[in-house]
């Protein structure tokens, strides 16, 4: 993804929510917290999960998948706890009024 794109509306998120979207053929999960939207590869590294139905702690800034547990840091996509050992892609955010757009990799 070379330039922003608007993906969701601020109001379809609601303060600690998640919401996954779908951006040129990439599934993104959208972390809320607060006024600021945080964006990784929403498919767990590990294997087949969505990160956004796993537990999001905006507290730490992390998600833990559904399926075994791995932590995901969802500012630099690093992972904290194993079994994944791969990154998640982190995309970087714009917030503007009530439009959420999310640009390149970080
Ligand atoms: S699928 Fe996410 S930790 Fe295994």
């Given at each position: ?40 590869g929403d498919v767990c590294t590990h294997q087949e999960a969505y990160l956004t139905e796993g537990e ?51």
């Amino acid at each position: 993804m070379r330039d922003f794109k608007e993906v969701a509306h601020l109001d379809e998120v609601p303060d600690g929510a998640t919401k996954q979207v779908a951006v040129d053929g990439e599934l993104i999960g959208l972390f809320r917290d607060g006024d600021d939207v945080y964006a990784i590869g929403d498919v767990c590294t590990h294997q087949e999960a969505y990160l956004t139905e796993g537990e999001w702690e905006p507290d730490e800034l992390e998600v833990e998948c559904p399926l075994h547990g791995s932590r995901f840091d969802v500012e630099t996509g690093s992972v904290r706890i194993l079994p994944a050992t791969k990154p998640a892609r982190s995309y970087q955010v714009r917030v503007e009024g009530n439009s959420i757009s999310v640009g390149p990799r970080k």
